[in-house]
């Protein structure tokens, strides 16, 4: 069965110290996909990157950077120079059929 | 465009009572989800539909029913509310299912039995 470990709950940073969410996955699927969501503290869930499993060259968007090293079933997501508006849950998420199965979520806080 | 609207926001309900939650996409998706979020627990999957008049379940659907007599809604019904029903609901909507597209989320509806 699929499975989606992130686990580290909570982390807590000072601004502008770079910060590793880990996420770590179970799946006999060859084909998958892999997810990050992030839930800011007005609580909705705002989509920021999708993988399959056939593309493990890292993405980097802003701040934002994602490793996906199929070896070690990992896909961890580092945020460069952390801001106050990162405080938010972050969670991993991987394809079991036709729906996605979530990480139980890292709580990300951003001290000025 | 709206996307995916989830009524209602809030609700209280007392032990025993029933209530459905509607969930209403404007993207024309195939595919539709109830997901429950719980404190430590991530979101876990109640039930999904895979097109208009289909259902089918998901990690933890006791205590729900489902139904999606048109395709851009997808309703969640508790009859008997529990205590352990106490969560904050999410639906969401893909154009495809397994990931091939990202999925859409509603805003969330927290619901609180007492």
């Known amino acids: 069965a699929q499975k989606v470990t992130q686990a580290q709950t909570e982390i807590s940073v000072v601004e502008k110290e770079d910060v590793t969410l880990d996420c770590v996955y179970e799946?006999?699927?060859?084909?998958?996909?892999l997810f990050w969501y992030k839930q800011p503290p007005s609580g909705e869930l705002v989509f920021l990157i999708r993988r399959n499993s056939f593309d493990e060259q890292n993405e980097i968007s802003g701040r934002y950077s994602w490793n996906f090293q199929k070896s070690t079933s990992s896909f961890n997501f580092t945020i460069t120079a952390s801001q106050v508006v990162d405080s938010a849950v972050y969670f991993c998420?991987?394809?079991?059929?036709?729906?996605?199965?979530f990480g139980k979520g890292t709580t990300l806080s951003v001290s000025s | 465009n709206a996307g995916v609207t989830q009524t209602p926001k809030f609700r209280v309900l007392k032990t025993g009572q029933s209530m459905t939650l509607l969930c209403a996409q404007d993207?024309?998706?195939?595919?539709m989800y109830w997901y429950r979020q719980d404190p430590g627990m991530g979101l876990r999957l109640i039930h999904y539909?895979?097109?208009?008049?289909t259902t089918a379940k998901g990690e933890v659907p006791d205590g729900y029913n489902v139904s999606r007599l048109k395709k851009q809604n997808f309703l969640l019904g508790l009859e008997s509310a529990a205590p352990s029903q106490t969560s904050v609901y999410f639906c969401?909507?893909?154009?495809w299912g397994g990931g091939h597209t990202e999925a859409f989320f509603g805003q969330g509806t927290r619901l609180t039995v007492v």
């Open positions: 998420a991987l394809t079991a059929g036709t729906a996605l199965i």
């Open positions: 993207m024309n998706h195939e595919y």
């Open positions: 799946t006999r699927d060859t084909t998958y996909y």
């Open positions: 539909s895979v097109g208009e008049g």
């Open positions: 969401a909507s893909t154009i």
